[in-house]
């Protein structure tokens, strides 16, 4: 721990993760969100990040890590600046946690450069109409149902929602799987609040997968305190755009977003600050920004950070105040569906209860746009006719109406993938389905040239 020309307090309180320090006067107390340090008495870095300012020059700071074996009357350092970690580029096929030391058992970090996840906003990337529809840059995923009806444009930004085992995990890491294989652009993927079990094999895949050596891994998992699953999205964030500034497009992956706020309203418990109306931190729509704003196309480096971020819905509930903060950042929204994973239709996206401001024929052209709004609408009417049938079967529908329903279950089916990263689950061998096959396959279906074709053939395919 570098103590020089630090100014030294000492700890008076430890609640948890909430820890008091006490500094001589009022000129040597840090500033909020910058860091202290102090040790435990096995010797371990406790790191902090001063949250209020108190009476009496105390700083009530949130630990970032265990606050196990911290005493009272230990010093603490205050660095004078926030949390900083190593640039992006410099991390490439390694896992590092929010404060920028290596988890991966790989050895120490070269010594360099260090930037604060805390930094001043970027300009952001203002242009004429004309200009921005020119930056529009389709990235194709591989999934047919993800690049009909959800586009990823790099720049933009795309949660998957879901509850509970709905898959949001194992759709984010497939959209990591091809997106980065194809493209060979930089990834930064942080874990907010999951469990490590899923962190271990997110490595092993990419490893196997051959495409951890553009990769960089940032955890806070769920057995971390508040503190670092709120700073690791910030980490996250500022590892991309250290890589945006090199003149790159990064693809930053969050596994979840929704943690992150959930953090968030954890420490402004602990630090005894009254709740919102609906339960959660006063301070949700500021946060939630605070992270959003920092994901942009930069005018100074030419480069540009797109998100996939899957956000957790809890009990499944679609109006919890988080997961509609969340809403009002993203691009495209693709929502998971229980009623989808019951039927076995993988991906589990509801076209229905899912938009996306991408499918616009000015970004995606007018054949796609087409194809997709006609898909929609067989969907749509599908819905309708589904509950029909339930009471009078097939056989009393209409004709047109039979016809529709028809295409509509072979379209849903056609939808249906397997994936790469799901073969050791499934048996399946993966497959990846380029746009255009995957329009061809839907005009197909919804001209009625494959009305013959039994739905079943249709199911668990790659391309017609």
Not at 83 to 109: A, C, F, H, M, S
Not at 264 to 280: D, K, N
Not at 307 to 322: G, N
Not at 360 to 365: A, H, N, R, T, Y
């Amino acid at each position: 721990m570098d103590n020089k020309n630090s100014k030294i307090g000492y700890v008076i309180t430890v609640q948890g993760p909430v820890v008091d320090v006490k500094f001589k006067s009022g000129e040597d107390i840090p500033n909020i969100l910058e860091n202290v340090n102090t040790e435990a008495v096995d010797g371990k870095r406790v790191v902090l990040e001063v949250a209020e300012h108190l009476p009496g020059n105390i700083a009530r700071c949130i630990a970032v890590n265990s606050t196990f074996n911290l005493q009272r009357n230990t010093p603490a350092y205050a660095s004078g600046e926030p949390i900083q970690i190593p640039p992006g580029d410099t991390l490439y096929g390694r896992i590092i946690n929010v404060w920028g030391e290596p988890i991966d058992q790989k050895g120490d970090l070269p010594p360099g450069e260090r930037i604060s996840i805390r930094r001043p906003r970027l300009e952001v990337y203002v242009g004429s109409d004309q200009d921005k529809a020119e930056r529009f840059d389709i990235m194709e995923t591989g999934i047919k149902i993800i690049d009909l009806l959800f586009p990823l444009v790099k720049g933009s930004k795309t949660g998957i929602l879901g509850g509970a085992a709905l898959g949001k995990s194992i759709l984010t890491l497939e959209v990591i799987h091809n997106v980065v294989k194809k493209y060979r652009g930089a990834c930064v993927f942080t874990g907010a609040g999951e469990r490590i079990r899923e962190g271990n094999e997110l490595y092993f895949e990419l490893s196997r997968r051959d495409i951890l050596s553009k990769t960089v891994l940032v955890f806070g998992q769920m057995n971390e305190p508040p503190g670092a699953r709120f700073g690791v999205a910030m980490s996250g964030v500022t590892l991309a755009e250290s890589i945006q500034r090199k003149n790159q497009d990064v693809l930053l992956f969050v596994d979840n977003i929704f943690r992150f706020l959930q953090a968030g309203a954890e420490i402004s418990s602990l630090l005894g600050r009254v709740p919102s109306e609906t339960g959660y931190q006063p301070t949700l729509i500021s946060e939630a920004s605070e992270f959003h704003e920092r994901i942009r196309s930069s005018k100074e480096s030419g480069g540009s950070i797109t998100s996939v971020e899957a956000v957790y819905i809890p009990a499944d509930d679609m109006t919890d105040p988080a997961v509609v903060t969340i809403f009002s950042f993203l691009d495209s929204i693709m929502v998971l569906s229980r009623q989808r994973v019951q039927l076995g239709l993988y991906p589990a996206i509801d076209p229905l209860l899912s938009s996306s401001a991408n499918l616009d024929p000015d970004i995606v052209g007018k054949q796609h746009y087409e194809i997709s709004q006609e898909g929609i609408r067989i969907l749509q009417r599908y819905e309708e006719l589904r509950r029909i049938v339930i009471f009078i079967g097939i056989d009393e529908l209409a004709s047109g109406d039979r016809i529709i329903y028809e295409r509509a279950r072979k379209l849903q089916n056609f939808l249906t993938q397997p994936f790469f990263v799901a073969e050791a689950y499934t048996g399946k061998q993966g497959e990846y389905v380029t746009v255009q096959q995957t329009l061809e396959g839907c005009q197909k279906i919804i001209s009625g040239h494959l009305d013959r074709k039994p739905e079943g053939d249709l199911y668990m395919i790659g391309a017609v």
